[in-house]
């Protein structure tokens, strides 16, 4: 499945989507950045409530196909600009990381 594929079917919100038909392959949720590096696997969607400039760093050192920001989350301050210069998808939901999680899974 792609990543417009993913936004369509989850019904997302894009605050970036440079790579939208990148490959989503899996998923990894959570906000501790430093286990989304060691844990994330590439081409997976990465489901957080983190919305600072470093997820975009962490997003491209683990290879992940997007971000998806829950609950509600928006990008902080220059955050969209960033991820669409450094190729990173990112997107938003209302929904929580749980009922996205399920969701992510179903579709995969």
Known sequence: MTVLSLK???NLTA????QG????????AGDLLSWVMGRAEAD???L???????????ATLADVSCIILCEGVV???GVSDLAQEKGVN????????FALAAAVSRLL
């Open 75 to 77: 990008p902080d301050a």
């Open 48 to 58: 957080t409530i983190m919305s600072n400039p470093n997820i975009v760093a962490v």
């Open 21 to 28: 038909e990148k490959q989503v392959r899996g998923g990894y």
């Open 8 to 10: 369509e079917a989850l």
């Open 90 to 97: 990112l997107l938003g939901s209302e929904s929580s990381a």
């Open 44 to 46: 997976d969607a990465w």
């Open 15 to 18: 605050f970036a989507l440079p």
